[in-house]
Every structure is written in structure tokens, then in C-alpha cells.
């Protein structure tokens, strides 16, 4: 079949769309992914030669109210438009958006021609977008059970959220190697997400102070703007570290981890589940119906992770956590056990498998 793939404007929708864009070309299918205008998308399908690749014009949501929101219709027209155009040529039998208003616009032009189409929600709270584009959805495919009472209406599916076949685990100490770090020190990952994240910055700059004389080195992934600022203070403080403002061989980074501090957000947990980590999360306080905050709370519950609020976060208060876990190895094991459960077992197949069952389906109709 034709399969069209929506997957635009985060790496948490970015990267679970491809996901399921690989499993569907290894089964003989032929993928489309729509993406954004933004750099961060063009560079995520950079390697993927293989899938033909359409940039659509579209925005965030703002207030109605906005001198902005005219921008927005305008916008999500011509990338309406766009998308039938594309469609008259491509004729695709199914439609998947992986959520944001870059979803938004495939799914309706799918939705008027009369193809199959889906969403996908990675979190346990569903964004504006999708709660609007469901009513139009064969069915939702959900990252987190606790998400299916937001869709009342429409047919939803546990699939759990697409990870990326790239990201396979490798031997810890060879990962280390590959990152110049010491094979046999207890290694903390600190990330922030796609886009970096200040606010993950400064609690760990605070908080190294006071882990002097922790056996501990660092990863951390701290975006372009703070990648000068937080080499400093690892400078200053004489912790040994790996610092870039992003990392494009992330299997290196999480398999030489044992701990990670980041944001919760839902592409992201997926990721540090395959790779069987603990996590201390400080979730965006910013997200949409504080969303980061419900993901990090399935993991805290349970215990794959410990939950500290940005407005609760300080330097003591978070170095304490660190060291109190980096020298508890009988605890951190068993969080690192509890964050394997949650792994989606074969999430991207799944999504594939819902796509060509119901497609299969509409066929013999």
C-alpha cells in the first residue's frame, strides 16, 4: 500500500513516525512523510533516502483571539491544499499523523477523499491537535493506557510509542569508549529533549557543587545556546564529562548511561525504557495541560523514576538525588528493572499492523 506519515515539528513526533515509516518499507510498503519547515526536521530525515519527503507550511495553534491565528488558517490552508495535491499523485490508501497541527491538514485532505486514517498519541494527555483531529480518525493509537479516557468517541488502540530501529543497545563500556570516558565510572545522561532545555541546564550547573567527591562522570546534551555555559562550570568544577549541544548516535549515549536526568517527554521515555533506564524527571512546566507532568508520573509510580517539579527543583536538592541513586546499586538496578517493564514491546510493528488491518479491511468492503 501507499502510506502517508504526518510526523512533523518535534523530535517526539519526528522520530516515532519514522520509526513506523521503517517498519512499513521493510514490508513492502511505500512511505510519504510530511514534515515541517523546521531544521531539526530536515535534519532527522536527512539519513532516509528511501522515503519521499514533502515539507508542509504549517504552525502551532495560538490564541483565537491573536493577531497570529490569521496567519495560522492561512497557512493551514495552503498545507491543505498541498496535501491533496500530493494525494492526486501519490494516492495513498491510509494516513497516520503522529500529532501537532503538522497532522492536522493530511489527515482532513485524507479524511476528504475518503482514505483510512489514524493518529497517534505518544502522551498520556492528547494535545489540542489531536483531540480535534480524532472526530475525523478510523482510530487512535495510544502510547499510554491511561491516555484512552480522553477519546471517548473514537476507537483507540494500546500500541505504546514507535522507537527508532537505530537505537540499539551496546556494550556499556565500549559505548564509554566511544565517548572518551572512563569504561568503569558510574555515568550520568542529561538531556533535554530535542530542542535542549535551559531550565534541565541550570539545575545540573547548580547542583555540581555539591557532587564533589561522587564517583560520577557525565554525559550532557545541552542544546547549541548553553553548550559554552554548561562546559564551564564542568571546567571549574573538575567533573569529567562528554558535552555537545546534541548527540546524533544516541545509542552511545543511553547505553553508557546508568542514570538519566531529562524531561518527560513521551518519545523520549520510550527511548530511556528500551535502554532499561532509571530516570530523575524534571518535566517542561510549560507543555500543553502539563502533559510532561503525567507522563513523569506513570513513571514514577512506578518507581522507574523519581519526579522532582521545575518549581521545586535546586541545586542540593537535586545533586542529593543523584548521589543518593549513583551510590545505591542495589536501587538503581531495580528502577533500571522497573523501567524495562515499560517498554513497548515492538511499538512501531504494532502501529504498521493496525495501519494494513484496517486498510485490508476497507479493501474487501
Known sequence: MNAVIACGGTGGHLFPGIAVAEVLRDRGHD???????????????SGHTNFRVEKLPTVGLPSPFSPAFFGFVRRFYESLSLCRSLYRKFKPQVILGMGGFTSTAPVLAGRIRGITTFIHESNAVPGKANRLTARMVHAVMLGFKECAPFFPKTHTEVTGTPVRNELVRLDRRVARRKLGLDED?????????????????????????????????????????????????????????????????????????????????????????????PGILIPFPYATDDHQTRNAEIYARTRAAILIKESDVSGELLARNIRELIQDRQRIEQMAANSSHLASKDAAGRVATTMEKYTTHEARV
Open 185 to 277: 565510572l558510574p555515568t550520568l545522561l542529561v538531556m533535554g529533549g530535542s530542542q535542549g532545555a535551559s531550565g534541565i541546564n541550570q539545575a545540573l550547573i547548580k547542583s555540581l557543587p555539591f557532587l564533589q567527591g561522587v564517583p560520577l562522570q557525565v554525559i550532557h546534551l545541552c542544546g547549541a545556546r548553553d553548550e559554552r555555559l554548561v562546559s564551564d562550570n564542568y571546567r571549574r568544577e573538575n567533573i569529567p564529562a562528554y558535552i555537545a549541544a546534541f548527540h546524533h548516535r544516541m545509542e552511545e549515549a543511553y547505553s553508557a548511561a546508568d542514570l538519566v536526568v531529562a524531561r518527560a517527554g513521551a518519545a523520549s521515555l520510550a527511548e530511556f525504557a528500551a535502554f532499561s533506564l
Open 31 to 45: 512511505v510519504m512523510l510530511l514534515i515541517s519547515e523546521k531544521d531539526i526536521d530536515a535534519l532527522a530525515v
